[in-house]
């Protein structure tokens, strides 16, 4: 490769993607001639062994290819004093497009997964509203549901950032955020069927497992686009996504959109649950503390070649990634290979839906030397994702919610790729 010719569109190997694609570079492949292909190329073509008989037969329930166990969640080790909580992390570097698999998509939990019996699981609507109502799961598969695509990321999400620590890969630091078709009611329809009364302002989201987890939602945002999760890609809500009905409230932090939902209480005051004073709330370095900053920042985060990889050649890589807004959807991507002196705007791959992760991509001729990869994310109402320099200058370090600062990935001479700090 080091013989060809690229038009670079920012410092340090970032090319031109239609560029590439006009030489029919990939970067990695050999073609081969008709020629190549005859008795005398020396290619041995012999059948391998699973084309030689059958495989097994259908089976009741699909499983990935044993070839791919590389695909997990990342789980931290149980924590005794605090029984059933904790969290795992979908595996991004490993991932393409945009939907997360469902058994990939990362858990956060307080007390464990409950094992609901839906057909003894209840959902109540009561407090300021005209007629308390109680729903059955059988009851809610009868109505007309709406299906969107949305990402949910955990508030604590990339923290590690604001406390400085080293090392770590996509899955560790940033891993609790995934993107699902979710599937479900309208909140609204049922709010509307209880009759909402006017001093009603919040609603008390409360959940059915061991810690009667709790979120206090504004009702402006359960009369617009919030809805009563019953399916998320296509497959009924899992039991550690809430089954069998689940709150989802689009673009907010991901502790609000409750789980294994049981109650919806409306309230003219904030319920203040333990989850909105102990967790949550978004500490200033004079210790004056935010609650309720419900909206996810504007993020990107490169996904390849990314913290524990390692480039095994000098040559072009494809540089890709996924971004997110909780404000609306993703207009424009920008990656620096230089540390942020310049930068060359991706590729979006697919579409660009609101509150939705977003792929994007672009070519990059590593030359074997030192390099620094960010990228940063711009969305539909013009917000751009902060530096970590600018979000410490704002917030400090004392909190480590909502981070959606650039990431930064170092790469040595040697092709390890770590996490770094510019």
């Given amino acids: 490769m080091s013989d060809k010719v690229f038009e670079k569109v920012a410092a340090n190997g970032l090319i031109s993607r239609r560029h590439l694609l006009g030489l029919g570079v990939s970067g990695t492949g050999l073609a081969l001639s008709g020629a190549a292909l005859g008795a005398d190329s020396g290619i041995n073509f012999q059948i391998p062994s699973w084309s030689r008989q059958p495989g097994p037969g259908a089976s ?37 497009g945009t939907i997360t698999p469902n058994s990939l998509h990362f858990e956060r939990h ?19 509203v005209r007629q308390p109502l109680v729903f059955r799961y059988e009851d809610l598969l009868k109505y007309q549901m709406v299906s969107h695509i949305h990402f949910l990321e955990c508030s604590g999400n990339s923290g590690a950032l604001m406390r400085g620590e080293v090392g770590g890969s996509a899955q560790s630091l940033h891993g609790l955020v995934s993107c699902a078709e979710w599937t479900g009611i309208p909140l609204s329809t049922l709010l509307d069927e209880a009759g909402v009364l006017p001093e009603a302002k919040w609603v008390a989201a ?37 089954y069998p009905m689940r709150l989802f409230c689009p673009g907010w932090e991901g502790n609000i959109s409750v789980k294994w939902l049981t109650q919806l209480k409306l309230t003219a005051e904030p319920t203040q649950f333990r989850d909105e004073t102990s967790k949550y709330t978004d500490t200033m370095p004079d210790r004056s503390s935010y ?8 993020k990107s985060l490169i996904t390849s070649p990314s913290g524990e990889m390692t480039l095994n050649q000098r040559g072009i890589y494809q540089v890709t990634g996924i971004a997110w807004s909780g404000g609306g959807s993703i207009r424009r991507v920008e990656v620096s290979a230089d540390g942020g002196q310049t930068w060359a705007e991706a590729a979006i791959q697919g579409h660009q839906l609101d509150r939705a992760l977003t792929r994007f991509t672009i070519p990059w001729e590593w030359n074997g030397g030192r390099a620094i990869l ?28 909502h981070t959606p600062c650039i990431q930064s990935w170092g790469v040595n001479t040697q092709g390890e790729v770590t996490n770094v700090y510019v």
Avoid: C, W
């Fill in 60 to 96: 009741a329930y699909g499983a990935r290819s044993s070839y791919a166990e590389n695909l997990e969640r990342l789980s931290g080790a149980p924590n005794p004093t605090y029984p059933g909580g904790g969290a795992s992390r979908s595996p991004l570097q490993h991932l393409q």
């Fill in 110 to 128: 307080h007390a464990g997964i409950p094992n609901i019996d839906p057909s003894q699981h209840n959902l109540v609507i009561n407090g300021l």
């Fill in 206 to 242: 409360v959940g059915a497992d061991a810690a009667s987890m709790g979120r206090s939602v504004p009702i402006s945002k359960a009369l617009d686009d919030v809805m009563v999760a019953l399916y998320q890609n296509g497959e009924a809500v899992r039991p550690e996504q809430g």
């Fill in 291 to 298: 609650q309720f900053t419900f909206p996810m920042g504007t």
């Fill in 374 to 401: 960010q990228s940063r994310a711009t969305d539909s109402q013009g917000n751009v994702q902060p530096t970590r320099e600018a979000l410490i200058a704002q917030k400090g370090t004392l909190s480590f919610y």
